[in-house]
DNA sequence: GAAACATGCAACTGCATGGTTGCATATTGT
DNA sequence: ACAATATGCAACCATGCAGTTGCATGTTTC
């Protein structure tokens, strides 16, 4: 499962707001999905098909319509196999580099 | 701060590795950032001036060498922020929702 | 069966962006 | 002072991608 498409799906300010309406009420039909916004229903489609290659919605037929689920297993992932890494260097090491380096150059110069 | 700057910013596979190199040996200066990739210093440059303009990382002019820190503050701020939002709506609301239609549907159509 | 409804598919456009090349600038060292 | 080193800046190119328009397909309803 590419953690990259995932990253990329999320790098789109309407794909997280359509990742936003999901939580509020999940199961929502493309047209409902496509309501309010100033882009064409055609546009939200492509953006959901992004959402769903990246695993981040699952989708469901009923009839004519197609409903859409979300899937935060993926976020989850990021947050813990990418975002965990980042805690490591603590925040005091940027503060203590940066007096690090203003020691060395001197500040009187 | 903006947030779409700091998804952006981790869309792209490149820039993330950079983010990686400077986590395993932080204050790098942009020759050993530069190093081992097959695309140019220039190209390395413009990855680092986007994470910089997302406050992903902070620079230091030691005379004509600049060193790059990490900042790993607006991903915590994604993480805290944003992914929280999504533990709400729990794995099983999906799998609820799922069975939910089916039944709905009848299987046996 | 025909009209209305919900969605899909394809071609095209414009703009953002990743990458390159070439040259300029500033700092270090001899 | 001069050569080498470290980086910046600008122009340019190619590709990706968000968005549109137009039409096709499948489903419900009367």
New interface residues.
């Given amino acids: 499962m590419s953690m ?1 498409a995932v ?2 799906a ?2 789109d ?1 309407s794909r ?1 707001q359509l ?2 309406r999901l ?1 509020d009420r ?2 929502q039909t493309l047209n409902e999905l496509a309501n309010g916004w100033d882009m064409t229903r055609q546009a939200v489609t492509k953006h959901l098909a992004i959402l769903e290659a990246a695993n981040l919605v ?1 989708t ?1 037929w ?1 009839g004519r319509e197609k ?1 859409h ?5 993926p ?2 992932d ?2 813990d196999r ?2 965990a ?5 603590h ?1 005091d ?2 503060a203590d ?2 007096r690090d ?1 203003e020691s ?2 001197g500040d009187e110069t």
């Fill in positions: 990259d990253f990329k999320l790098a300010p997280r990742l936003d939580r999940n199961g699952a469901e009923r409903l689920y979300l899937n935060p297993v976020i989850h990021i947050a990418w975002i890494q980042f805690r490591r260097p925040l090491a940027l580099l940066k380096l060395e150059n």
